[in-house]
């Protein structure tokens, strides 16, 4: 790693969002800011039948005028341009290898726009080994300057964090040292359900003894499974939040106003990897900057 945090960029309020939001990261964490555009990435439309090199002028434009405005906002920030070629993922990937971070927007274009996840984020996601940041606008803009709360969800068991979880943990500490933040780990056990007659019919409903017996028991082996990093980072305050539930639901709910979420992304090797349930909810559905951590 070379202390670069790159910044996916494309002339749109995402990615002008997700631009500062790297700005301000690599200014606070002594790092060298790498603007890049890739040439298919970009609201085509607008270009309407523009040639090669009306295409090509205008990407320098938009990495420039984001240059211009990142300075003018962190003066003495290193910043360097880099205008991408070949498809987007394949490029932004390419770019993510060699930073330490990746942060991109949240939108796609064309038929895509209804998501809240685009194409292209989501593609990066799927193919890089490197953290990648997603951004919001306007609420992504000012995520790092908000001290308040670091999220980071985990799978623990009694011998401590699941396989891979160790990295998700040591990036989440990291972030929450460098901001003076509070950080909020959120372990979800599957709550044991009972069927009870309503008027409706048969319904799920938790078995309240057996759910209170087993909520300090998960309490004490998340606590277990975060020594070793209370220790690593003696200055971080450290709040546990275990809930029974589905870990989507509990860690969206969760993770509503925090500076940042940090979640894990399996899967190793060629090829596209899998997004998660959870990881997949918490992209669509929490406001703030996402991180995700390949485990």
């Known amino acids: 790693m070379n202390g670069t945090v790159t910044a996916g960029i494309d002339g749109t309020a995402p990615a002008s969002a997700a631009a500062d939001w790297a700005a301000r990261h ?19 439309d607008d270009l309407g039948a523009a040639g090669p090199e009306a295409r090509r002028r205008w990407a320098l434009g938009v990495l420039r005028e984001a ?18 070629s070949g498809a987007p993922v394949p490029a932004l990937t390419a770019a993510a290898a060699e930073s330490e971070l990746l942060v991109v927007g949240s939108r796609g274009y064309g038929a895509l726009r209804a998501h809240l996840l685009g194409s292209v984020s989501l593609g990066v996601l799927r193919h890089t080994d490197r ?21 980071v969800g985990i799978d623990a068991t009694s011998a401590g964090p699941e396989p891979g979880m160790d990295r998700v943990l040591d990036f989440a500490f990291a972030r929450a040292a460098a901001r003076g933040a509070t950080l909020c780990v959120v372990h979800a056990w599957p709550a044991p359900t009972t069927l009870v007659w309503s008027p409706g019919g048969l319904r799920p409903a938790e078995d309240v003894a057996e759910a209170r017996e087993a909520q300090p028991r998960y309490a004490r082996m998340l606590c277990e499974a975060l020594r070793p990093w209370r220790a690593r980072y003696p200055g971080v305050a450290v709040v546990e939040h275990v809930r029974s539930g589905a870990a989507s639901e509990v860690l969206t709910a969760r993770a509503d106003g925090a500076g940042q979420v940090v979640v894990g992304r399996r899967g190793h090797g060629a090829g596209p990897r899998r997004i998660g349930a959870v990881t997949h909810a918490v992209l669509h559905h929490v406001p703030g900057a996402v991180a995700v951590v390949p485990v």
């Open 26 to 44: 690599a200014a606070r964490e002594g790092m060298r800011l790498h603007l890049v555009h890739a040439p298919a990435h970009g609201p085509l």
């Open 131 to 151: 953290p990648v940041v997603v951004t919001r606008t306007p609420l992504a803009a000012a995520a790092p300057d908000r001290p308040e709360e670091v999220v």
């Open 67 to 84: 240059r211009d405005r990142v300075l003018a906002a962190h003066p003495g920030l290193p910043v360097g341009t880099e205008l991408l």
